[in-house]
Protein backbone atom coordinates (compact mmCIF):
# COMPACT_ATOMS: atom_id res chain seq x y z
CA UNK A 1 0.00 0.00 0.00
CA UNK A 2 1.08 3.72 -0.51
CA UNK A 3 0.77 6.30 1.71
CA UNK A 4 2.02 9.83 0.43
CA UNK A 5 4.42 8.29 -1.98
CA UNK A 6 6.02 5.94 0.83
CA UNK A 7 4.93 2.06 0.54
CA UNK A 8 3.98 0.07 3.26
CA UNK A 9 3.48 -3.85 3.26
CA UNK A 10 0.77 -3.93 6.08
CA UNK A 11 -0.08 -7.71 6.08
CA UNK A 12 0.64 -8.49 9.72
CA UNK A 13 -1.17 -5.21 10.42
CA UNK A 14 -4.34 -6.39 8.88
CA UNK A 15 -5.64 -8.24 12.02
CA UNK A 16 -4.87 -5.39 14.22
CA UNK A 17 -6.41 -2.76 12.29
CA UNK A 18 -9.30 -1.57 14.09
CA UNK A 19 -11.97 -0.54 10.83
CA UNK A 20 -10.86 -4.53 10.44
CA UNK A 21 -9.07 -6.21 7.28
CA UNK A 22 -12.46 -5.05 4.87
CA UNK A 23 -10.90 -1.70 4.62
CA UNK A 24 -7.19 -2.03 3.60
CA UNK A 25 -7.74 -5.20 1.42
CA UNK A 26 -9.71 -2.70 -0.68
CA UNK A 27 -6.43 -0.36 -1.26
CA UNK A 28 -4.16 -3.48 -0.93
CA UNK A 29 -1.44 -2.90 -3.72
CA UNK A 30 -2.55 0.55 -4.52
CA UNK A 31 -2.36 4.12 -3.39
CA UNK A 32 -4.46 5.06 -0.43
CA UNK A 33 -3.32 8.46 0.54
CA UNK A 34 -6.77 10.05 0.19
CA UNK A 35 -8.36 7.20 2.22
CA UNK A 36 -5.97 7.24 5.05
CA UNK A 37 -6.27 11.22 4.64
CA UNK A 38 -9.83 11.00 4.69
CA UNK A 39 -10.44 9.04 8.25
CA UNK A 40 -9.71 10.09 11.86
CA UNK A 41 -6.00 8.21 11.97
CA UNK A 42 -4.07 9.61 15.03
CA UNK A 43 -0.30 10.83 15.75
CA UNK A 44 -0.31 6.94 16.86
CA UNK A 45 -1.52 5.66 13.74
CA UNK A 46 1.41 7.47 11.51
CA UNK A 47 4.41 6.09 14.45
CA UNK A 48 3.03 2.40 13.86
CA UNK A 49 2.93 3.21 10.19
CA UNK A 50 6.75 3.92 10.04
CA UNK A 51 7.21 0.38 11.50
CA UNK A 52 5.86 -1.35 8.38
CA UNK A 53 8.10 1.09 5.59
CA UNK A 54 9.63 -1.16 2.84
CA UNK A 55 10.33 1.62 0.50
CA UNK A 56 9.06 4.59 -1.20
CA UNK A 57 8.35 5.40 -4.89
CA UNK A 58 11.02 6.44 -7.81
CA UNK A 59 10.61 10.50 -8.09
CA UNK A 60 9.14 10.43 -10.96
CA UNK A 61 5.76 8.30 -9.41
CA UNK A 62 6.10 10.64 -6.71
CA UNK A 63 2.71 12.81 -5.78
CA UNK A 64 4.32 14.96 -2.74
CA UNK A 65 7.19 17.28 -2.20
CA UNK A 66 8.05 15.37 0.86
CA UNK A 67 11.80 14.96 1.13
CA UNK A 68 12.79 11.42 2.61
CA UNK A 69 16.32 11.68 2.20
CA UNK A 70 17.23 13.67 5.43
Known amino acids: MVIRDRVYDLTDFMREHPAGSDIMLEYAGT ?40
Open 31 to 70: DATTAFSDKPHSLDAWVILEKYLIGELVPEERMFDDDYSS
